[in-house]
């Protein structure tokens, strides 16, 4: 079986011209390293503006997007020196409170700068966000946050502009309930307020493990915050942050796909580092299939593919339920699971446009909105 899958750039053997070719019916065996968790290395960059010095972030991903938000951070007059997953932020030297939109518009993350800015600058242009395919992502609860803790936001020609209102520049402490625990919305309001003048609580707080990430980061550089992975959380403002070391979490949406490579290829992988308490829903899901997964110590995993899988039912939900990113995966696995599972996609309108393009390889799936319904097949074949 040979599948050909367009992408943009892959360095690997099988890589030639704009397609990437796959040859099925092979297992897999070996230790796989888990590299350090995407989104939550681009909101510790973001958070490096807060310092008026050096941070030294470990274990950072080489991805695209972390080359963009290095490309945004250095338009704003950061200096920023790489040794391989290491980056050195020198954020004294930061400059410019406005974020190019050429950079912003091509990733969301990118957004998140508008905390740290208004914090420490006390104003802050920063264009509304792209590169978001899968849904729309409004940016409305980091606006009406920013505005909570004394903030003037003004959205124009889709810029948004936010000036602290009080004289000496900074934030003042406020109560924020969020209509929907966004993790970005959560994130920004919580860098915001670490430099605020008193006390800031964020209730129906994300509970993701990267905001606990991002307030550890943040508590290293001196910050006061607690209730970090819970629904409320506390942030009591200082006057300044210091430099820092730090290390980002392992990718636990890497390590959720490591799984699923196992048990889809009926094989055996060792994953290390990893965080168990990160995927304890997939680890669970995989269980109910029928795959093994065995703690070997805190921080490695041994993943086992049976030989039968059974279907399951899933339903994304905001951390610590079963994450949106991995839905794709999990729904591959289960084409090939006996019986029917289905699957409920909550959190992005536009996420299953995966479906059709395994029902190409032979999947049986029946869609409707956001429900998709498998019914497990034999096998299935190559397709372009």
Not at 17 to 37: D, E, K
Not at 215 to 243: N, P, S, W, Y
Not at 245 to 251: A, G, L, N, Q, S
Request: glycine fraction near 10%; charged fraction near 15%; aromatic fraction near 4%.
């Amino acid at each position: 079986m040979t599948i050909l899958i367009a992408a943009p750039s892959i360095p690997t053997a099988e890589w030639t011209g704009a397609c990437l070719h796959i040859r099925g019916q092979s297992t897999l065996a070996g230790r796989v390293p888990i590299s350090g968790a995407k989104n939550s290395a681009l909101a510790l960059m973001a958070g490096s503006l807060l310092c008026n010095d050096h941070c030294h972030i470990e274990n950072v991903p080489e991805l695209l997007d972390v080359k963009r938000m290095e490309l945004l951070l250095a338009a704003l007059g950061v200096s920023i020196e790489r040794q391989g997953t290491a980056l050195t932020l020198g954020t004294a030297s930061l400059k410019s409170d406005r974020a190019p939109y050429e950079l912003v518009n091509q990733m969301r993350a990118s957004f998140f700068v508008i905390g740290p800015l208004l914090s420490r600058l006390g104003s802050a242009q920063v264009p509304l966000p792209g590169g978001c395919a899968i849904g729309a992502r409004p940016v409305d609860l980091h606006v009406r946050g920013l505005q909570a803790m004394g903030a003037d936001v003004q959205i124009d020609h889709g810029i948004v502009q936010a000036r602290c209102r009080q004289q000496d520049g900074r934030l003042l402490g406020s109560r924020i309930y969020l209509d929907y625990p966004s993790v970005g919305a959560t994130e920004t309001l919580m860098m915001a307020a670490t430099l605020a003048r008193g006390e800031t609580i964020i209730e129906n707080a994300a509970q993701e493990p990267e905001v606990s990430d991002l307030a550890d980061f943040c508590t290293h550089m001196g910050a006061h915050i607690q209730g970090a992975g819970t629904k409320t959380i506390t942030i009591q403002g200082v006057e300044r942050l210091h430099a820092t070391t730090y290390t980002v979490i392992p990718d636990r949406i890497e390590t959720g796909t490591f799984m699923v490579a196992a048990a889809i290829t009926r094989s055996t992988l060792i994953l290390s580092p990893v965080r168990p308490d990160h995927i304890r829903a997939v680890i669970a899901k995989l269980e109910d299939i029928g795959v093994a997964v065995n703690l070997l110590d805190g921080q490695t995993l041994e993943v086992r593919g049976g030989d039968r899988h059974w279907g399951t039912d899933i339903e994304t939900l905001p951390f610590p339920g079963f994450p949106t990113d991995m839905q794709a995966q999990l729904m591959a696995l289960l084409t090939l699971s006996e019986g029917n599972s289905v699957i409920t996609e909550t959190v992005f309108e536009n996420r299953l446009q995966h479906v059709a393009e395994l029902c190409r390889m032979g999947a049986n799936i029946r869609l409707k909105g956001n429900v998709a319904v498998v019914t497990g097949v034999p096998s299935l074949s190559g397709a372009p």
